[in-house]
Structure formats: C-alpha cells, structure tokens
C-alpha cells in the first residue's frame, strides 16, 4: 500500500501529469464556449453531453490520484487549492438532472478556474490577491464613506436637473460608480448636467481626482506591494539568503554555548 501511494505521490508532481491535466481544462474551456452557440450544441448534442461525463470522471481520478498520494486526508485537506478542486469536481457529481441544469452550467464553468490551482505561477499570484484582503477592507470602508457622502450631495444638488441618474439614493451611487470608472461620465452624465448648472464641475472634477486618482490607486499600490512580497518570498535576494544562512549559524553557536554552561 506504501508503494502503491508513493506511486501516486509522484504521479501526482510529474511535469507530463500536469501538463494533460491543464491541457484537459483548456480543452473543458473550449467545449464549454462552444455549446453557447445552437447551431453547434444541438447538432453535436450526445458528443457534448458524453465528453463532459468524459473530462468530469477523468478530473475525479486525477484527484483520487492526488488523494492516495498524499500523507494523509487531513494533510490533502490542508490544502486550501485541494479543497478548491474537490469541491468544484464533486458538485459535477452531485447537482444532476433537469432541476440543476442552470447550477451544472456555472459549475462547469468554474472547472476553468482549476487551471489557478494546477499553474504556478497563477497560484502565486492568487494568494498574493487574497493577501491584499485585510488592506483592501479599510481601503473599501474609505471607499464606502467617499462614495457615501457624495452620494447624498450629488442627490441633493442634482435630483431635479437629472432625475435619471440622481432621482434616488441608490441612482446616484450607480452614477457615481460609472463616473469612477471614467465610462462615458463625460458627455453621459456630467455635460447635461453642466448645461443646466455651470457651477456643478466642481463635484465631477474633485470625485474624479479623490476617486479615481487617490483611492483607486492605494487598491493598485496595495495590490502591487503584495505580490512583490510575494515573490520576494519565493526568489529571495542574494542578500536575504546570506542573512538567513548567518541567522542559522548563530542559532547553531547559540546552541552549542547552552550546552557548554549546562555541563562544565
């Protein structure tokens, strides 16, 4: 059995296991794509429906492989990205039937996403992303007062002159959200506006320069700094090895000086 599930161990990390399997996903991601189009699925309806039973029994096994392969099923559930991928391959097994059709669809979908989890490099970048999360909710929370307080006074300046996009609450923060974005905010929003209020660039031009240009980039710079550490995790510096290799050694003399005054 030991022999058996070292097999698997390295089946598991072999380079050309790896590579069918992304290849799997790739070709999953093109069959999906090509059953939005009916002329396609209904001519080819049995081939579609058996290469996705196919590509979900082969993604069950490589899975299976991996859990063999690992220590233990607790070690294999360690793993956030194992938990991911098994989830994504048992709903396939689960929702079935004409009741889950809509549910199967997006799950599907979803086994897209296990490219993330099979690639490096994608994986990296992930949970360098998910890093971000705890400095992203302070910088939402600034978002959500900025975007708050203009709310109100966009609804309060402007709720007569252009009721479509200020009329309520909840319309304005739409509005504001697309003026962010710089879509269309100009000759959309902010021109009809401005034929009727001349003094009223003072609220697009400070919300885009605060918005945009202030808080949309403590997101990227956040984002950036995270993912450089990251790396720098990964490829540590020439410097920071020697560091470390020098950090072990006094450990190794710290050591060894403890047990020189412990016995004399």
């Known amino acids: 059995m030991t022999d058996f599930r070292s097999k698997c161990a390295a089946l598991a ?3 050309k296991f ?3 399997i992304i290849t799997l996903i790739i070709f999953n991601a093109i069959l999906i794509g090509l059953e939005t189009y009916p002329s396609i699925y209904d001519r080819h309806m049995e081939w579609f429906i058996f290469l996705d039973r196919l590509l979900l029994w082969l993604f069950t096994i490589e899975i299976i492989i991996r859990l063999i392969g690992s220590s233990s099923l607790k070690s294999f559930f360690k793993e956030p990205w194992n938990i991911f991928d098994f989830i994504i391959v048992a709903s396939g097994h689960l929702f079935t039937g004409g009741h889950y059709v809509t549910v199967l ?3 599907r979908v979803l086994r897209v996403l296990r490219a ?3 690639i490096p490099s994608l994986r990296k970048m992930v949970n360098a992303l998910l890093m971000t999360i705890p400095s992203m909710g302070t910088i939402l929370l600034l978002l959500g007062i900025f975007f708050y307080i203009y709310g109100i006074i966009g609804t309060t300046l402007f709720q007569s002159i252009s009721p479509e996009y200020f009329g309520t609450l909840h319309d304005t923060l739409l509005s504001l959200f697309q003026v962010v974005t710089l879509e269309s905010w100009a000759s959309g929003i902010m021109r009809p506006i401005l034929a009727e209020d ?4 003072w609220f697009f031009v400070t919300f885009i320069l605060i918005g945009t240009f202030v808080i949309f980039n403590l997101f990227v710079g956040v984002v950036v700094t995270n993912v450089e550490e990251a790396n720098q995790a990964e490829n540590p510096s020439p410097e920071e090895v ?4 020098v950090q072990k050694e006094l450990e190794e003399i710290k050591k060894m000086l403890q ?3 412990k016995h004399p």
């Not at 001349?198 to 660039?201: D, I, K, L, Q, R």
Request: hydrophobic share 40%; no cysteine; glycine share 0%.
């Open 13 to 15: 990390e072999h380079s």
């Open 18 to 20: 790896t590579m069918v």
């Open 105 to 107: 669809r997006i799950l």
């Open 116 to 118: 993330i989890s099979i």
């Open 198 to 201: 001349p003094a009223s660039w």
């Open 242 to 245: 020697k560091l470390n290799q």
């Open 259 to 261: 047990e020189q005054n």
